[in-house]
């Protein structure tokens, strides 16, 4: 949920100086897949907002990192995804790029 919410806030931010004609003609969007081999789920998360500069992705999943501006964001959420992901489920998580 917290890569979701991210990705809706940063949809909202590129939005801004947008025209309602041209958010309707060219729509920002979240795609979901998922798929199950043998014992393992694949979640998979795709959008088509802005890309994430490379020296954000060196951080992303960082304990309170945010790229957000000063009251909007903890820094928390990708983090604790990151956590809840490899450390209780002991899996294995793919950096984005």
């Known amino acids: 949920m917290n890569i979701i919410a991210n990705a809706i806030d ?3 931010e590129s939005n ?3 025209s309602y004609a041209e958010i ?3 729509p920002n969007w979240i795609k979901i897949t998922t798929f199950q081999a043998d014992q393992y789920v694949k979640i998979s998360i795709a959008d088509n907002g802005q890309r994430i500069s490379e020296a954000v992705k ?5 304990h ?3 790229t957000k501006e000063v009251g909007k964001g903890t820094g928390l959420g990708l983090a604790i ?3 809840i992901v ?3 489920h002991d899996m294995i998580y793919t950096k984005i790029g």
Do not use: C, M, P, Y
């Open 10 to 12: 940063a949809f909202e």
């Open 16 to 18: 801004i100086g947008r």
């Open 24 to 26: 309707k003609a060219n």
């Open 58 to 62: 060196q951080k992303i999943f960082d």
């Open 64 to 66: 309170l990192f945010t």
């Open 81 to 83: 995804a990151k956590s």
């Open 86 to 88: 490899v450390e209780k």
